[in-house]
């Protein structure tokens, strides 16, 4: 069974620091993987999704890598403003059904 | 991106009663959606997936009697809670893939459910 940790849970950075969140997964094996941030008592919003074939995809301060063999995506935000605080979610595609395994999160709070 | 949208965004019911979610896709057609359960401070749970005219998949673990789903068209599903009991308020989330493949998930806004 895929499991999928985020590290770390919680992360608090003064405002302009550059910050990596980490995902990691059991199960190599996987499609296509995809990050999003949540607000508190929202729904989801796709902030980048990584196809199987490549290696990493980029949005204007967001980087997300994925290296299949090691089991490992990161999300990069650079020059953080206090709008990025949400919660931060990985989530894996595992067969073709586009079923969604998702990571344990990484709340993030940027302060002024 | 694509749009889904989910109704309502929030629900007080009492225990017994049964409560309706909607998700739809707005702007384009989607033979398979998802629903997902989370807990607060949780990640989500794949609940079932929604297949357009034919019998929703459940999880394990997922009654598909207490959570009803109906795929009658491309681009609406439904989930009842059927008989609702105070364990079963949490926060329920559907998504939506433009096609069958591998593509960008997009989610509606998601539905807070409690039940009193």
């Known amino acids: 069974k895929q499991e999928v940790t985020q590290i770390p849970a919680a992360l608090s950075v003064p405002e302009g620091e550059n910050l990596v969140l980490n995902c990691s997964f059991t199960?190599?094996?996987?499609?296509?993987l995809q990050w999003f941030r949540q607000d508190p008592g929202k729904g989801l919003t796709s902030l980048l999704l990584?196809?199987?074939?490549?290696r990493e995809q980029t949005s204007g301060r967001l980087n997300a890598s994925l290296d299949k063999s090691s089991g490992r995506s990161t999300l990069y935000i650079a020059a953080s403003q206090p709008g990025d605080s949400a919660t931060y979610l990985c989530?894996?595609?595992?067969?073709?059904?586009?079923?969604?395994?998702f990571g344990t999160g990484t709340r993030l709070q940027v302060t002024l | 991106g694509a749009v889904v949208s989910q109704h309502p965004s929030w629900v007080i019911c009492k225990s017994g009663t049964s409560v309706k979610i909607e998700c739809r896709s707005l702007?384009?057609?989607?033979?398979?959606m998802f629903w997902y359960r989370q807990f607060p401070k949780q990640s989500l749970m794949l609940m079932a997936t929604?297949?357009?005219?034919?019998?929703?998949?459940?999880e394990q673990g997922v009654e598909k009697d207490k959570f009803l789903i109906n795929h009658a068209s491309l681009t609406l599903s439904t989930l009842t809670v059927t008989s609702a009991h105070p364990e079963d308020s949490s926060f329920y989330i559907c998504?939506?893939?433009?096609?069958?493949?591998?593509?960008?998930?997009?989610f509606g806004q998601g539905t807070r459910l409690t039940v009193v």
């Open positions: 998504s939506a893939h433009r096609d069958a493949t591998n593509t960008e998930a997009f």
């Open positions: 199960d190599s094996a996987i499609y296509n």
């Open positions: 990584i196809q199987s074939s490549q």
């Open positions: 989530a894996l595609y595992t067969g073709t059904a586009s079923k969604l395994t």
């Open positions: 702007d384009f057609q989607a033979t398979t």
């Open positions: 929604s297949n357009e005219g034919s019998k929703a998949t459940y």
